[in-house]
């Protein structure tokens, strides 16, 4: 079994946190794999923890996205948990004061894999704010649910730059939380004491499966690793009034609209896209809330058959697409703010820059598009090459 970050850190670096003011981010989903929560285990081992930071979803994972979490005491241990996501952008950071109570800032959350997934770009805000002070900054690493070899997407341009693409990462981007803390630093050019505590068994090659930890929904609408793999792609969806299945058993499995009347039809134009490692099931379906709440829509039910060749941004870009052509009077973008931002149409910050979104709705095939945008990552391999921990030969931390 791969031991996280968090559990090295009980077993073998207590000792180096010990007497120190400590301040903590994390989420449901930071637990060992017995499913104790990293606040619970840290205070067992008597650490000082002076507050929690609560990102997105809150500290449970259980508030939806982009609804406000609110601070309050955790009971019994009467802990502060300070929300870093209320109702405007300037609640993406932390409070002005709040970190000279610490010495050292704790970050241990699961991302799921893809640049547009929250939790990483708050920790990236968090680095930010700890730069130029004496505060270490710890990252505690955990797997990544959609492994650590297949790149999708384009690095987000600096003009498109917002919660959703805050760090210049691909759409999928194969990396651990600790090895994006680390290219982040450099990149920023952060003055920043930050310390890394990699897996120890974890394997470049690795699927979640093999890794044999309990996955823990990091949020309302990620229920498990197979839903994470196809999120990359899905999510371009919330830029769209297409529903991506929030509100029903099948989040980001669904995709449809109550204007897509005949569901055979849109499975057939999908299927004619061949595109790899997926299959198309036409149904109807119901959301009880976000987008098209109550209302019956038409569409399809994604299955992954070949999780290896599945290509995510592809086959989201792809629907996208085809949902364009086939209902051009009925399908549209997202017009209301996202993550904060009026004036940038959402599907552009969820694909990284200005152009692509444009193309996909005047009909240039996804796959022409998506091999312009992976263009620009000819020189990522590069880049991220020193900030890697983990080998794809065998399992372990470098």
Request: proline share 7%; hydrophobic share 40%; aromatic share 8%.
């Amino acid at each position: 079994m791969v031991r996280t970050g968090l559990v090295r850190l009980l077993s073998e670096r207590l000792d180096a946190i010990r007497g120190a003011r400590i301040g903590l981010m994390c989420h449901g989903a930071s637990v060992d794999s017995d499913l104790r929560y990293a606040f619970d285990l840290l205070r067992s081992a008597h650490v000082d923890i002076r507050f929690i930071l609560a990102p997105e979803h809150g500290i449970f994972g259980e508030i939806p996205y982009m609804e406000r979490v609110d601070d309050f005491r955790l009971q019994p241990a009467d802990i502060p948990v300070v929300s870093l996501y209320k109702d405007t952008a300037d609640h993406l950071r932390p409070p002005p004061g709040l970190l000279e109570s610490i010495d050292v800032l704790i970050c241990d959350v699961q991302d799921v894999g893809s640049r547009y997934y929250t939790y990483v770009a708050t920790m990236a805000m968090l680095m930010d704010a700890c730069h130029g002070t004496s505060i270490r900054f710890i990252v505690l690493d955990r797997p990544n649910p959609i492994g650590l070899s297949v790149v999708e997407g384009n690095i987000c341009g600096p003009d498109v730059r917002s919660f959703v693409s805050y760090i210049g990462l691909p759409s999928r981007h194969a990396l651990t939380a600790a090895e994006i803390a680390s290219y982040y630093r450099d990149c920023a050019g952060l003055d920043l004491d930050l310390e890394l505590v990699p897996c120890d068994g974890l394997d470049r090659e690795m699927t979640w499966c093999e890794t044999g930890l309990p996955f823990v929904p990091p949020s309302p609408n990620i229920p498990d690793a197979s839903t994470a793999l196809v999120y990359t792609g899905m999510c371009l969806l919330e830029g769209t009034n297409m529903s991506e299945g929030r509100g029903t058993a099948f989040p980001f499995l669904f995709a449809g609209a109550p204007w897509i009347t005949d569901p055979w039809q849109f499975a057939d134009m999908l299927a004619a896209a061949h595109l790899p490692g997926v299959l198309f099931r036409p149904v109807r379906f119901t959301p009880r809330f976000d987008k098209h709440a109550n209302v019956s829509c038409g569409g399809v039910h994604l299955v992954v058959s070949d999780p290896r060749r599945f290509n995510s941004l592809l086959t989201g870009m792809t629907i996208v697409a085809t949902a364009a052509t086939a209902c051009p009077d009925q399908f549209a973008l997202r017009t209301d703010a996202y993550e904060f931002i009026r004036d940038i149409p959402a599907l552009d910050l969820l694909l990284g820059d200005r152009c692509s979104g444009e193309a996909l709705l005047r009909g240039v095939p996804p796959r022409d598009i998506l091999a312009g945008m992976e263009s620009g990552l000819r020189d990522w391999n590069s880049a991220i090459a020193p900030h890697l921990l983990y080998t794809a030969s065998h399992g372990g931390a470098r």
